[in-house]
């Protein structure tokens, strides 16, 4: 782009301006999934409300393609474009919390692991999801599925307000009461309506858990799979876990002689006292022969940083998603085969439960529809060596083809790589009419389209 025009959008913001021929344009334009290699035109690094202003004024004004990156990772690779203006969020990371009001205002670029470092002295946590490197914004206009989303629902479920900032550079503060058609969208909506800025969550008295493993050998996956489907739908809410398949890491944590061992398990995660805990989790826990069951009391920042160290930035990533109602013998059946098949250390299978307190929601009450579902289920390849890039996409898309027809249709868009316009009305399901009626209100010319995009009505027709 001309000099003179960057010159002019760096004289309008506090943030800095990145442009190719910066020095630290290739380290700044990264992204946290290494498969994705974007050179976008122009990086805003934005430190206010502001600043985001002035960098959509100049997007719309050179009609440049525009996509928003907030703190932590969107794996599908869509808080980037090619040739475009990307609005970077992650400088924006301050949390303020409310202890009395048990409240916690969150700034657009922050990561769940700021929020955890916040609340947690207070007592207090906002159910967010596994990784504390993730990003606040992200996660939560997905839906955000998490540890305690059993017991105290989606984060979506405990957003209160959020400051966004429109296609046409207005501002305004939304809630229930204010703007409450684009306060619905924004809860499962996705990126689609505006740059969030700041949001207000409720916090839960949360400090410590009881958290750990059980794993056990590839040949008991079934008998696992089955004991776990009929015990978590049906457990005390304070009880979550999420099944997976994973190869042990080599860390200090887990015994010398399973590491690198492929196995199934649970990790748990359960609020209330150590002992009530123990004893819920026994019926599955005690399935079989475990080759490792440890729980214990740990603080709930520690197990969402658990796997930090594990997933850093710059891994390959490929995902593939879908919801899940029922756990069929068949769909068991393909999941003990493929599970089995993981290419690589850091390649996985998880299921997460989203029942509980995520049921009490209607389908239509949030953007998010799929309340209905027990299960959100994601299947991801992953290494550091880019040659490894075909195996983990091959084995992610064979096994997402072969548990597909056992699923509920869609995927939580958290968990979707650039996948076509289907797939997003799937995801969507009955909500995708409302939701692209209030894409044509607050964005009609569809600026905010590098995401799972939802169209603007005019467009859908």
């Known amino acids: 782009m001309a000099t003179m025009q960057i010159d002019h959008l760096r004289s309008t913001i506090r943030g800095t301006v ?37 960098a959509l004024d100049f997007a719309r004004a050179n009609d440049l393609l525009t996509a928003i990156r907030g703190g932590g990772h969107n794996g599908g690779g869509l808080g980037t474009c090619d040739d475009g203006l990307v609005i970077d969020l992650s400088l924006m990371r301050g949390v303020r919390v409310d202890p009395e009001g048990r409240t916690v205002q969150v700034a657009g670029g922050a990561v769940w692991g700021d929020v955890d470092h916040a609340t947690h002295p207070f007592g207090l946590a906002v159910p967010s999801g596994f990784i504390s490197t993730t990003g606040v914004a992200g996660l939560t206009l997905g839906g955000g599925i998490g540890y305690l989303t059993r017991e105290y629902g989606l984060t979506i479920d405990n957003l209160l307000s959020a400051d966004v900032v429109l296609a046409d550079g207005t501002f305004v503060n939304v809630n229930e009461h204010r703007h409450p058609d684009l306060f619905w969208a924004l809860r499962g909506g996705g990126g689609n ?22 794993f056990w050998p590839l040949e008991q996956t079934a008998d696992v799979l089955r004991a776990y489907r009929d015990f978590i739908g049906t457990a005390p809410e304070y009880v979550n876990g999420f099944f997976a398949f994973l190869t042990i890491p080599p860390a200090p944590m887990f015994p010398p002689e399973l590491h690198l061992k492929k196995v199934c398990g649970v990790m748990w995660v359960c609020t209330g006292p150590a002992d009530r805990a123990a004893a819920a989790t026994r019926p599955v826990r005690s399935v079989g022969r475990p080759v490792l069951d440890h729980q214990g009391e740990m603080p709930l920042p520690a197990v969402n940083s658990l796997f930090d160290a594990l997933y850093p930035p710059g891994l390959q990533w490929y995902w ?57 289920e994601v299947i991801v390849g992953v290494d550091p060596d880019p040659a490894k890039k075909d195996d983990i996409t091959r084995w992610c898309k064979n096994y997402f083809d072969a548990l597909h027809p056992h699923s509920a249709g869609g995927a939580y868009v958290n968990f979707m790589m650039d996948e076509g316009q289907e797939r997003v009305k799937a995801s969507f399901r009955d909500n995708y009419a409302r939701l692209a009626a209030i894409k044509a209100r607050y964005d009609p010319q569809n600026l905010f389209r590098v995401n799972q995009n939802i169209r603007p009505a005019t467009a859908v027709a």
Not at 193 to 214: C, E, I, L, W
Not at 337 to 358: C, F, K, N, Q, R
């Open 193 to 214: 309506f505006g740059v969030v800025t700041s949001f207000q969550f409720r916090a839960h008295p949360v400090r410590n858990v009881y958290a750990g493993p059980t």
């Open 320 to 376: 593939r998603a879908d919801f899940v109602k029922t756990l069929s013998e068949k769909a068991i059946e393909e999941h003990s085969v493929h599970g089995a098949e993981m290419p690589t250390m850091h390649s996985t299978m998880h299921l997460y439960a989203i029942d509980g307190a995520a049921h009490r929601v209607g389908p239509s009450e949030t953007a998010f529809s799929y309340r209905d579902a027990n299960w959100a």
């Open 18 to 54: 990145v442009v190719p021929a910066d020095a630290a344009y290739d380290t700044v334009r990264k992204v946290y999934n290494g498969m994705i290699d974007k050179r976008p035109k122009v990086i805003v690094r934005c430190l206010d409300v502001a600043d985001v202003m002035a």
